[in-house]
């Protein structure tokens, strides 16, 4: 089997995890790659191969990430480029957390015997949702991008904004708040969260919608089918304009009348859980662990 490492050095001990995974993985005989960028940190260890970016990802079985969610969202983004020319994901992905939270993680960094399972065959496929968005703002027409955590729009100066919301063409509300977020379900527990959003499990297809501190007594999340096409139409003018976030990255600043689209993507992102109750395993850990302090 063939497995692509892709450590976020930036982070604490996860080039130690990165080498001791390597280790682990040559000494079952798979083969073992990484970004020629990394070639001088890891020189060190035998048996790596480095590869140029447009041949890492090819014939790859398992795409290993290792770092925080930030570096699982950056290595889902590397396999949707290979996807838009190959028209397919090209491997599953594998999360080691050594960040803070790590929920998308498969295990953390002093959990590496479990790679043992991915030799075996012993671990699930969790086939995440991903959304798709269109820009219409003259310069992008037609730019398609896709999310596995969320799509959102706010004003570069923290202003409020006014903007309308259509769902299959037809108007369900003008809207004034910070900002608007269109959420998977695996990305309800990052932003749409922290905005006051259900924790939904990632298996799920749905589209979720939240806004941003509403200038409303009775704005409230909401739920579409994933079949749905949402479009959002920023209502502004001469104020610096609102500017489309692809997870977490800039894409484009919509001036009055401009829009963009939110529609479930064609392709699906595979992570790997070695654990079985992954999920619930991380909510009960990560997300409830204050309120666990407080009981004991």
Request: aromatic share 8%; proline share 4%.
């Amino acid at each position: 089997m063939k497995y692509v490492l892709f450590p976020n050095l930036s982070k604490r001990d996860a080039f130690q995890t990165a080498a001791d995974a390597a280790k682990r993985l040559l000494k079952n005989g798979a083969e073992v790659c990484m970004p020629e960028a990394d070639a001088e940190r890891f020189s060190e260890i035998s048996g790596i191969r480095f590869l140029p970016d447009q041949q890492l990802l090819s014939g790859t079985d398992f795409a290993i990430a290792v770092g925080g969610d930030g570096t699982i969202l950056q290595c889902a983004k590397k396999l949707l480029l290979d996807a838009e020319i190959n028209h397919t994901i090209p491997a599953k992905i594998v999360g080691i957390n050594t960040g803070t939270l790590g929920f998308l993680a498969a295990f953390e960094a002093d959990e590496l015997y479990m790679l043992d399972r991915l030799e075996s065959g012993q671990y699930e496929i969790s086939e995440r949702m991903l959304l798709q968005t269109a820009i219409r703002d003259g310069a992008h027409d037609g730019a398609v991008s896709h999310a596995l955590n969320d799509i959102f729009a706010s004003r570069l100066n923290g202003k409020i904004c006014d903007f309308t919301v259509s769902v299959d063409d037809k108007e369900i509300g003008v809207y004034r708040a910070d900002g608007i977020i269109f959420s998977t379900p695996t990305g309800s527990t990052a932003y749409a969260l922290s905005a006051g959003g259900p924790v939904i499990e990632p298996d799920l297809s749905l589209i979720e919608m939240n806004l941003i501190c509403p200038h409303s007594l009775f704005a409230r999340p909401m739920l579409f089918a994933p079949q749905r096409s949402i479009r959002v139409t920023y209502r502004g003018a001469g104020d610096g304009g609102l500017t489309v976030h692809i997870d977490g990255t800039q894409s484009a600043v919509l001036h009055n009348a401009q829009s963009f689209s939110v529609t479930r993507s064609a392709y699906a992102m595979p992570f790997v859980n070695c654990k079985g109750h992954a999920f619930y395993d991380a909510l009960r850990g990560k997300l409830m662990q204050p309120l666990k302090a407080l009981d004991e």
